[in-house]
Every structure is written in structure tokens, then in C-alpha cells.
């Protein structure tokens, strides 16, 4: 894990964080249990990246929370990009929109996301980012799969799980496992090529073949 020293100098030598964000990374941390989950600057500038590179046209998020990597991502979309995010807790869905102000192309889908998936064609969106339930990881990789163009990429979130995921003190801690057979099949697929990128919690990025 980086020091304070070193996370500071990465943060101050990389894009700084556009001040709508940090207002909404404050709010998180002020009004919602769990703030932290917020993606942040770092993970944030990256996603934005990730979109660029990728050309991401067509957006799928799993986990809002407070709106913020949706933000992001949809920073890096083209003017006609559509990004959809799937949230379960209603409670949430007020402050999402009043982050989004309005964007016409972002699209908040409220419920579970094992159930809202089904609504998409094969091969609908270039870009998946799984952060939502550590538990249901696998299940939604399989369904992202059919979501995903070939060509395209799924980024999963909280893959080290704060290094639990190497730790046996962790066996018997659900999350803890279900990552794990989480990253062992993305391992052993040789339909995707992945890395996982030992920043914050742990990012796999996970490419489709075409
Ligand atoms: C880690 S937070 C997402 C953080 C957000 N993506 C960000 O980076 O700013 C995980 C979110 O997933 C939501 N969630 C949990 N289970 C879910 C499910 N089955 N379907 C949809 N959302 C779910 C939680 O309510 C929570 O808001």
C-alpha cells in the first residue's frame, strides 16, 4: 500500500480532481454511511482515462452510490455516449440526480442489478464497470460478458478487497471468497486478457476478445 507521502505526490502529478467532484466526494462523506466507497481522485482520473483510450461509446455501471465514477466515466464519453447505472438502495437515488444535474446522458436504473441486466441486447455496451455486491461478482462477469462488444472492457472494482483476498485469516469471510473465485476465473478464462492493478482496493481490467 503507498504511503501518505507518495499518494500525495501521485495526486499532485496527475489531473487534479474538477472541484464539482470534490463537492461530491465531500457530500458523500458527510451525508451517507460509508462515504469511502466514493471512487475518489485518483481512481476517478483513471476511470475518466479508461473511457478515452477505450473510445466507450455505450456505458454500464453496476454500483452508483453517490454518482461519482458514473461522473467520472461519463467524462471521458463522447457528446452522444449513453451511460446506464444500476443502484439498489432508493434512499440514494435523489442525491445520484441532484449530483448529475441534469446530464441527458447519464440514466439511473434503480433494483438489483441481477435483474436489470437482462434488459440489454448481446453485445450492447464497450465498457462495464463492476462495483457493485462483492458477493454476486461472478454472476454479474457472466452477464457482463453477453453485455460486452467484442473489443470491449470490464472493469472490476475492490478485487485485492484490502489484500484479504492473499490473507487466510480471511477464509471463512464471505466477500473475501467470493472475490476470490471472482479472480480465479477471470484467471483461468482465455476469452479475456487481464491485469489487476494494485491501486486502492485492487482494479482488474478484463478485455474481450474479439
Ligand atoms: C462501492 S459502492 C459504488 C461506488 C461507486 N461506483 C463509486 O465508485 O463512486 C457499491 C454500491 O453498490 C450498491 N449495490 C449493492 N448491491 C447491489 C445490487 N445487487 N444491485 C445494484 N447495486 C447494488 C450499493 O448500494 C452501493 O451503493
Redesign the pocket.
Known sequence: MLTPDLEDYILAHSDPEPETLRQVDRE?NLRLV?GR????HL??RLLKMLVRLTGARRIL??????????LCLAEGMPEEGELH?????DE?EEFILSNWNGDPRLHLHI????E?MPSWPNGYFDLI?I???KR?YLEYYAEAKRLLSPGGLIIA??TLWSGHIADPAYDRDAQTRALRRFNDLVAADTEVEKVILPMRDGITLIWKKP
Not at 466507497?37 to 475518489?40: F, I, K, R, V
Not at 455501471?61 to 458514473?70: C, D, I, K, N
Not at 433494483?111 to 441481477?114: I, L, R
Open positions: 458523500s460509508n466507497m466514493c471512487s475518489g481512481q476517478g455501471e453496476l454500483g452508483t452510490f453517490s454518482g461519482y465514477s458514473a447505472s444500476i443502484e439498489v438502495d440514494l433494483g438489483d442489478a441481477e436489470i464497470f462495483d457493485a455486491d454476486r472494482d475492490n
